[in-house]
């Protein structure tokens, strides 16, 4: 299951599938030592003890671990102990994936989703919840996955059981990393963390320490990392018992993998190799191969990759677990093509696509499609290469026609930008310490630069809305009319309040606005063709068009965002910028028509399963006229009204979102003022 996990480093795999795998691994789950969680009020000393007995089969065969569970389950009914019964048929679901058994392994999800829990003690409730959202979570339901989790939390603290909240909060932020949602991850880990130390139980919290290391390195934050690593250190030396050998050797193994330290990385997965020799541990035994392998691979002795990756691909054949034997098999040929050996790695190719044909679901298989490129193009034969690559691209868009909406939020998970955007801010940083002349050239040339940008993706979103035949073609279209295409007058007039500002020598100002801007503009860019955004960012995105605004207009222009408490605005995802027509009218139409105090109030709650985005109308205006419009290029007026309305219709019948969209009267400072509020269900 790890040779899937491996493969990650070299971003071969989708995420979710990724995700899913992690979840199995037995140093990254609660739930794969199959009795590791249960105490006496749970199981009885038989039913434990039956589920060792089986956590030891399946180190060596998966299915020998299916068969027990189902013999065991057999004449045996939920009510008489839910638990047990949970629990054996998450082994049964995970060993008929495992071995290609998918039509089962769907029913046996089934299943476990369906079980009842109501009638059930909290502490009962929060157990098999928890085996839910692992079910969910393997069945591809992200979302399911975490709610199930949530509502096992609040069981548990229902229940005053510190234990099950802490295996509910590290299991939260399993799911989140699989998403790639690392800040998350990491914030979960922290709560888990802080309650480990509120019962003071250091097992706990040493071993939380250990798995939030994999979430701190995708985060860079590797500073934070290594001081939990010295604190681990500190409290294993004085207490070695306190802490499961291999989970330390592995998690330490994955962190200086990913600092690029291969020989440090080595020297903890060989302790792991002993160690499950030892313990005849094979499955275990393949994961720390292919790990070996890879870190091989990566330092380009890919004569040692081979021998250790056929060495895991031996331990996977013989345990019959055919999608990871798959995943060998690629690997495998991965080194063949380095060690131009095409003839072989077409051979392993071919095993590969053989082993993976029961999970045409999940992307997986896609890899032989690469590996075979990759083949043809190494031996110049480029009319098949090219063959190839029609054939995945085919691929790719069913699978992406298949992907339900949570999918599509895992896909849109994408930093790039924002480290583009990291990277052009340090640029600008720089820029402020060299001379006075210099930096106004600078300056000049970024303007002209965004200016052509902006062209050049105008062309782009054309191109890309004649390609675009997709069931999303009309919001996109209309995100792209309310992101892409923003004011001209907009745009210019902010990039001339800018270049004045440089011909005043207020180039401390100036880059602070220009970083703004630049800010604003990565932000079109990355949500133009999203169907969701993150509140946080759709009001980040707000905060600086009205930022800029205020440049222009000065204090005859205010506005106000509030937030309610301990509300994170990054867990939750709503169309981008259903509000912005409307602001966009009041600041370049209606500002310069007041008289009065001129303000726009956002306001952000959460109301049962409702968030509320309501915009607050003060002496502008624009609230009260209903054909509110905004300009686009060759002086077309589009109104707000009626677009937000199509765009609101289109969710609700594509996505089966629910969005209420409303005027009303509201107070604010004592005065009644007009408002319009989205209500988006989450």
């Not at 969910?136 to 996955?145: C, E, S, T, V």
């Not at 002209?448 to 890309?464: A, Q, R, T």
């Not at 204090?555 to 301990?566: G, R, S, T």
Request: proline share 1%; net charge neutral; hydrophobic share 40%.
């Amino acid at each position: 299951m790890t040779c899937i996990y491996i493969r990650m480093f070299t971003t071969r795999f989708n995420k979710i599938v990724v995700g899913v795998l992690l979840m199995i691994i037995g140093v990254a789950n609660p739930f794969y030592l199959f009795s590791q969680n249960n105490d006496i009020l749970l199981l009885s000393n038989a039913e434990q003890e039956q589920l060792k007995y089986i956590d030891s089969l399946s180190y060596l065969d998966y299915t020998l671990a299916l068969e027990k569970a189902s013999k065991e389950i057999k004449g045996l009914e939920y009510w008489e102990s839910p638990v047990y019964y949970a629990e054996l048929l998450r082994v049964m679901q995970m060993a008929s994936f495992l071995s290609a058994q998918i039509d089962l392994f769907d029913s046996i999800n089934a299943k476990i989703l369906s079980l009842p829990v109501k009638k059930l003690h909290p502490a009962r409730q929060g157990k098999i919840l928890m085996v839910k959202s692992s079910a969910a979570n393997l069945g591809m339901k992200n979302i399911d996955a975490i709610i199930f989790s949530k509502e096992s939390l609040v069981n548990y603290e229902e229940d005053h059981n510190i234990e099950g909240q802490i295996s509910s909060l590290e299991y939260i932020a399993k799911i989140y990393f699989s998403m790639g949602r690392y800040q998350s991850s990491v914030e979960y880990f922290n709560r888990a963390i802080s309650k480990s130390q509120e019962i003071e139980n250091k097992e706990y919290y040493v071993n939380l320490l250990l798995k939030s290391l994999e979430s701190l390195s995708k985060l860079d934050s590797v500073q934070e990392a290594q001081n939990r690593i010295n604190t681990v250190n500190e409290i294993v030396e004085e207490n070695p018992e306190i802490v499961d050998e291999s989970s330390l050797n592995f998690e330490l193994a994955k962190f200086y993998y990913y600092q690029n330290n291969d020989y440090k990385a080595l020297q903890y997965i060989d302790k792991n190799i002993i160690l499950y020799k030892k313990l005849n541990n094979k499955i275990r035994l393949a994961l720390m191969l292919t790990w070996k392998a890879e870190v091989y691979h990566r330092m380009k002795d890919y004569s040692t990759a081979l021998r250790y990756g056929h060495e895991a691909l031996s331990i996977r054949h013989a345990a019959n677990l055919k999608m990871l034997e798959a995943s060998s098999n690629y690997n495998i040929a991965g080194n063949m093509i380095r060690l131009h050996k095409y003839d072989s790695a077409l051979y392993y190719i071919e095993r590969g696509d053989e082993l993976y044909k029961p999970y045409r679901k999940y992307s997986e298989h896609l890899r032989g499609l690469d590996l075979r490129r990759q083949v043809f193009l190494e031996l110049k034969d480029y009319e098949n290469a090219f063959q190839v690559l029609e054939q995945s691209m085919l691929m790719k868009d069913s699978i992406k026609q298949m992907n339900d909406k949570q999918k599509v939020f895992d896909m849109e998970t994408d930093f790039a930008m924002e480290k583009y955007d990291q990277q052009n801010r340090k640029i600008q940083a720089e820029a402020q310490v060299e001379k006075m002349e210099k930096e106004h050239n600078t300056l000049l040339l970024k303007i002209e630069l965004i200016v052509l940008l902006l062209l050049l993706l105008s062309f782009y979103i054309s191109y890309m809305n004649i390609r675009n035949r997709s069931r999303r073609k009309f919001i996109l279209g209309s995100q792209q009319l309310i992101f892409i295409q923003m004011n001209s007058h907009f745009v210019f007039n902010a990039l001339t309040a800018i270049q004045s500002l440089i011909y005043k020598k207020e180039f401390e100002t100036a880059v602070f606005y220009l970083d703004m801007f630049t800010s604003l503009i990565n932000r079109v860019l990355d949500g133009a063709s999203k169907s969701y955004m993150s509140l946080k960012d759709e009001i980040d995105f707000v905060k600086e068009f009205l930022e800029i605004q205020r440049l222009r207009f000065g204090d005859d222009f205010n506005y106000q965002i509030n937030v309610a408490e301990n509300l994170d605005l990054s867990d939750y995802k709503i169309p981008p910028m259903l509000a912005y027509p409307f602001i966009e009218y009041a600041v370049e139409e209606r500002v310069q028509k007041t008289d009065g105090d001129a303000w726009i109030i956002i306001n952000i709650n959460k109301a049962g399963n409702f968030i509320e985005y309501e915009l607050v109308d003060k002496n502008i205006g624009f609230l009260e006229l209903d054909d509110c419009y905004i300009k686009r290029y060759g002086g077309q007026e589009i109104l707000c009204r009626q677009l937000t309305q199509e765009r609101m219709q289109a969710y609700n019948k594509l996505f089966h979102q629910r969005i209420i969209f409303s005027k009303k009267m509201v107070i604010f400072e004592g005065e009644e003022c007009p408002s319009l509020q989205f209500k988006v269900k989450i």
